[in-house]
């Protein structure tokens, strides 16, 4: 495997580079934003977002806008809403600052099988219709997981690899609740350090971005149900004779 990692301190990326590498990763460093989108052929960006040159949210939207490596951000901040903000420019996970090497390790590795095995794929139910191959609808949503686009109402989402991920899952269900359980196995691959609070700011997330592209933003957001103590599902509307 082979790892960019975009950070401008010397001696953090010195000791990160020594633990990637005790690991069997190849690692290549890039210390400014513009480094970090020279065209790397990685299988995965580990981005710092304390750059001097750039925003590091920027760098995400910028590298997103040309490619779909893998991004896991390190961030100092870990407030919900600064979570949510992240998460919407494309990255993949994220660690806070300070974090453990096993933690990190662990997501790197969770997110290089999730990005190569893809969603665990699990049989539409009826409740589903399916408009072409492959391809899933549910109420003003219409879903193509071999394009990995989603529309609703028409107006296409912009979509993190996860948010998608989730949705699918959601989708094939039918209407039929998914345990969190579920969840972060189908889109994660394991139980991770701190993945069920991940898993909550992604649901936000996508949350919003239906309420946003919806007609109706309350019929946008209403699509996924939380289940208080269990899960969450997709609102599958009820068609008329």
């Not at 069920?196 to 997330?205: E, Q």
């Amino acid at each position: 495997m082979h790892i960019l990692l975009v950070e401008d301190d010397d001696r953090v990326a010195a000791a990160l580079t020594d633990l990637l590498r005790r690991h069997g990763v190849v690692v290549s460093r890039a210390a400014t934003g513009q480094e970090a989108l020279a065209g790397h052929d990685v299988d995965l960006v580990l981005l710092d977002l304390g750059l001097p040159d750039m925003d590091g949210a920027a760098v995400c939207r910028a590298l997103r806008r040309s490619s779909a490596v893998p991004i896991i951000a390190v961030t100092a901040r870990g407030e919900e809403r600064d979570r949510v903000l992240l998460l919407r420019t494309g990255v993949d996970d994220y660690v806070v600052k300070p974090y453990s090497s096993a933690e990190l390790l662990a997501r790197i590795e969770a997110v290089v099988r999730r990005t190569r095995r893809g969603p665990a794929a699990t049989p539409p139910r009826p409740a589903v219709s399916a408009p072409g191959r492959g391809r899933l609808r549910v109420g003003p949503l219409d879903i193509d997981p071999d394009s990995r686009r989603v529309t609703v109402h028409r107006t296409e989402l912009q979509l993190s690899r996860k948010e998608f991920d989730i949705l699918l899952v959601l989708a094939r269900a039918g209407g039929a609740v998914c345990t969190r359980e579920t969840l972060l196995d189908q889109v994660w691959g394991a139980t991770l350090f701190g993945s069920t609070r991940t898993l909550d700011v992604h649901i936000a997330t996508l949350r919003a971005k239906l309420a946003e592209s919806a007609a109706d933003g309350a019929d946008g957001a209403d699509l996924i149900e939380t289940v208080r103590g269990v899960g969450h599902r997709l609102r599958v509307p009820t068609h008329r004779a």
